[in-house]
């Protein structure tokens, strides 16, 4: 499960610094947020990453695939004929062209390390700045670093100080969204869920619905901060946003009313006959005592059977996950590992809950 947002609902404290938000699609169990400050050049930064995504990262990382995209990033930043990455043989290639100089080339070999990766994207960069002095150099190190960490997982994402703070943070005050959690699926922001109540849900958008555009502007390759900047506004403003679905033949442009739709992450409803049911969308920072107040209020209805429905979770506080299954689970059951290949990264969670409903027949509903 790669970053997720909610566009209208607090998700926690507002920090400042950049974030890696590294989310591996191979024996992954939860994704991990560094905080890296904004505070040196480009090439310390990049150095930061470089170092971040090599510690923490549970395979050994491609630094060709980062070493790539960073100058990729680079190359949509700068004017056209200037600076051209291209394949040659098993060789990756740099033209560039500095203002009143002849072109010029650079050859890298195909697959490379960490050291040589990063000596030449700090080369690359030094030439950019030369290209286009212009440019704001912030801009041009975010786009470097998004594009690199996203070629090396596409489920990863790097946010800039301002994009992360937007990302952990709720709404300002007076401010609203449509009411949906999504990720971003084949280059668009797509629903994950609609929030019961909200304006999403009440107009018909649907899990795996694609957000084309937002008040008449193109989200294809929007990053998550992107697509939230555009979907929050003030409350009660007028927003349109065009929805494609499969099996549509067009798109169709929904015109709604941002609001506050407060986030119920934990429901639960009783079906009678002792069989109770707790649903539950996200680990978010109170999963543990949601659900311990659900299961109370289902067993004091008379509660034999639980089902617990966990379709379409999205994720969120690792700890938390552990709080729920402590539910099930004696205290002190191992309920997760997570390691890095560094020392000391290797972390057991175990269950702490001393209300645990072991004898209570449980069936798990599961699945995206």
Known sequence: MGPLRLDNTTAGKRERGTSIHISQNKCVLFALGIILWLSGCAPTLTSQVFSVVESHYVEQPDFSKLRLGALVGLSKHLPPGMFNIREANTELVLDYRAPGAALSSKKFSASVGR?????????AYRIAREIAPSVDEKQLQTAMLKSAVEHLDSRSEFLDAESYSAFVSGPPAGTGGIGVEFAIRSNYPTVVRSI????????????????????????ANSSLAEALKLLRGPLRSEIKVS?????????????????????R??????LGDGIGVVT???????AGQDIEAALQRLEAEGMRDLILDLRGNSGGVLD?????????????????RTSGRGPGQTQDL??????????LPLFVLAGC
């Open 115 to 123: 050291g040589d990766g990063l000596q030449e994207v700090e080369f």
């Open 196 to 219: 019961e109540g909200g304006p999403a849900e009440r107009a018909g958008i649907l899990p795996d619905d694609q957000i084309v555009t937002i008040d008449g502007k193109s989200t």
């Open 243 to 263: 929805i494609r679905r499969k099996g549509w033949a067009e798109d169709k442009t929904f015109t709604l009313m941002r609001a506050v739709v407060p986030l």
């Open 265 to 270: 992450a934990v429901r639960n409803r009783f």
């Open 280 to 286: 539950l969308s996200q680990f978010t920072q109170r």
């Open 320 to 336: 938390q996950a552990v709080a729920v299954a402590g539910k099930f689970f004696d205290a002190g059951t191992l309920i997760c």
């Open 350 to 359: 175990y269950t702490r809950d001393e209300n645990v409903r072991k004898r």
